[in-house]
């Protein structure tokens, strides 16, 4: 955390978040990376229910991807709190929401009461099938769209069934492309005074990051095979287990990077062999192949196959777990994993913003993830300009929430 040097990239941008879950939040954290203000809009009770995905009773996900947004907790259902939501939609630039199609409309707030309101706004509506089409109506969570997409049909081993993901990939790859498109229509907005609806399906995200899939069933009239952690365009690509009971990732997509390989595990021959020779009749025979690499690797302990490659200029990397990320020199120097203020641990660990910029510096964090309804006061005093009885009244009905506040902790252990 800490200041960035100049205006950040997205600064005066506001965005009213009220999804919920993955996609929308990885969407909205993106922005919030760049320094866009975020609001999220959450019901009184539970919250987003990304609070609730919890890993040894804390909700990792939330802090991960709520991290620099301020959050308001008010009552949708009552009139009172959809007034208070149009209210901010004239003081906004996007809106995110992705409830089943048809649901914002039911609410009162389909995209024309919106931009009646804001006719500069742009709203992102993400779902899992659409907004048109026979399955706009469904329910789409994230592992049915990998399933349908054709990802969890080419991913895994062939003599095994097909596997899901162990991530929310269709939710994060939408979320991203939602970003994208939304910070586009936002300039959009700007020359022509006209706010856009995007349409983001998780179907169509995943879809997209699948390769040629279709067009290799066009020339091909097949589709791929499971092949674990081998490539279907090229060999040697794989994991192979060291001496020392490690693994070693490799991948040679070019002659050259082959040559450099089978030099390397004193194999040159192998260039001499019709079997892999070429790069159509590696991927031919590449059960053998594999067998010759990983001889060789199961040989020598990590360090030595990785001092090896290094030399050799091969392109291969030690497989990591979780235990291992934070302290390896690579992400150590990169910076790539931020710890930041948590009031609940002291400080959490989280993946930093991916964008860096010229001097190597990714964009500061704005702030840890907020408690539901930390900023509702706030909010509706600085933005709408509510006087704090109308706030106090609010709170008393229970149209927006906010809790106690935490005792300061400093000032209890020394009066004690």
């Not at 990591?320 to 302290?327: F, I, K, S």
């Given at each position: 955390?800490?200041?960035?040097?100049?205006?950040?990239?997205?600064?005066?941008?506001?965005?009213?978040?009220?999804?919920?879950?993955?996609?929308?939040?990885?969407?909205?954290?993106?922005?919030?990376?760049?320094?866009?203000?975020?609001?999220?809009?959450?019901?009184?009770?539970?919250?987003?229910?990304?609070?609730?995905?919890?890993?040894?009773?804390?909700?990792?996900?939330?802090?991960?991807?709520?991290?620099?947004?301020?959050?308001?907790?008010?009552?949708?259902?009552?009139?009172?709190?959809?007034?208070?939501?149009?209210?901010?939609?004239?003081?906004?630039?996007?809106?995110?929401?992705?409830?089943?199609?048809?649901?914002?409309?039911?609410?009162?707030?389909?995209?024309?009461?919106?931009?009646?309101?804001?006719?500069?706004?742009?709203?992102?509506?993400?779902s899992g099938w659409g907004q048109t089409g026979?399955?706009?109506?469904?329910?789409?969570?994230?592992?049915?769209?990998?399933?349908?997409?054709?990802?969890?049909?080419?991913?895994?081993?062939?003599?095994?069934?097909?596997?899901?993901?162990?991530?929310?990939?269709?939710?994060?790859?939408?979320?991203?492309?939602?970003?994208?498109?939304?910070?586009?229509?936002?300039?959009?907005?700007?020359?022509?005074?006209?706010?856009?609806?995007?349409?983001?399906?998780?179907?169509?995200?995943?879809?997209?990051?699948?390769?040629?899939?279709?067009?290799?069933?066009?020339?091909?009239?097949?589709?791929?095979?499971?092949?674990?952690?081998?490539?279907?365009?090229?060999?040697?690509?794989?994991?192979?287990?060291?001496?020392?009971?490690?693994?070693?990732?490799?991948?040679?997509?070019?002659?050259?990077?082959?040559?450099?390989?089978?030099?390397?595990?004193?194999?040159?021959?192998?260039?001499?062999?019709?079997?892999?020779?070429?790069?159509?009749?590696?991927?031919?025979?590449?059960?053998?192949?594999?067998?010759?690499?990983?001889?060789?690797?199961?040989?020598?302990?990590?360090?030595?196959?990785?001092?090896?490659?290094?030399?050799?200029?091969?392109?291969?990397?030690?497989?990591?777990?979780?235990?291992?990320?934070?302290?390896?020199?690579?992400?150590?120097?990169?910076?790539?994993?931020?710890?930041?203020?948590?009031?609940e641990l002291g400080e959490a660990a989280m993946?930093?913003?991916?964008?860096?910029?010229?001097?190597?510096?990714?964009?500061?964090?704005?702030?840890?993830?907020?408690?539901?309804?930390?900023?509702?006061?706030?909010?509706?005093?600085?933005?709408?300009?509510?006087?704090?009885?109308e706030i106090d009244a609010l709170l008393a009905?229970?149209?927006?929430?906010?809790?106690?506040?935490?005792?300061?902790?400093?000032?209890?252990?020394?009066?004690?």
């Open positions: 955390m800490g200041d960035m040097p100049g205006p950040a990239l997205l600064a005066g941008m506001r965005v009213l978040d009220l999804s919920r879950l993955v996609a929308g939040n990885v969407l909205s954290a993106a922005l919030a990376d760049l320094g866009a203000e975020v609001v999220k809009v959450e019901a009184p009770g539970r919250g987003d229910e990304l609070r609730g995905w919890r890993a040894g009773g804390v909700s990792t996900h939330w802090k991960a991807y709520a991290r620099g947004k301020r959050s308001l907790c008010i009552d949708l259902r009552a009139e009172r709190g959809k007034a208070i939501l149009l209210d901010l939609v004239a003081r906004s630039h996007a809106l995110v929401e992705n409830f089943r199609p048809g649901t914002l409309e039911r609410m009162g707030l389909g995209p024309e009461v919106l931009h009646a309101r804001n006719p500069r706004l742009v709203v992102a509506r993400i026979p399955w706009a109506h469904k329910p789409g969570f994230g592992s049915l769209v990998e399933a349908l997409s054709g990802f969890a049909a080419m991913n895994g081993f062939a003599d095994r069934e097909p596997v899901l993901p162990p991530l929310p990939l269709a939710d994060s790859v939408t979320g991203l492309y939602g970003a994208l498109g939304l910070v586009a229509a936002w300039r959009q907005a700007e020359q022509t005074g006209r706010g856009r609806v995007l349409d983001l399906a998780l179907f169509d995200g995943v879809l997209s990051v699948l390769g040629p899939l279709a067009l290799e069933h066009q020339v091909t009239g097949q589709a791929p095979l499971r092949q674990g952690s081998r490539a279907p365009s090229h060999a040697p690509r794989n994991v192979y287990r060291t001496a020392d009971g490690q693994w070693v990732a490799l991948s040679a997509g070019m002659q050259g990077a082959v040559v450099r390989l089978f030099a390397a595990l004193g194999l040159p021959e192998l260039l001499d062999d019709p079997r892999f020779s070429t790069a159509d009749a590696r991927m031919a025979h590449v059960e053998a192949l594999d067998a010759l690499i990983g001889g060789r690797i199961g040989a020598m302990s990590l360090d030595e196959n990785l001092a090896l490659f290094e030399q050799a200029d091969v392109t291969a990397g030690a497989v990591l777990d979780a235990t291992q990320l934070e302290d390896h020199p690579y992400v150590k120097a990169r910076g790539a994993i931020a710890r930041i203020p948590d009031a993946h930093a913003p991916p964008i860096r910029f010229e001097d190597g510096a990714a964009p500061p964090i704005a702030g840890p993830a907020p408690a539901l309804g930390e900023h509702s006061a706030s909010l509706l005093a600085g933005l709408l300009g509510l006087p704090q009885a009905e229970g149209v927006i929430h906010q809790p106690p506040p935490t005792p300061d902790k400093t000032k209890t252990e020394t009066a004690a």
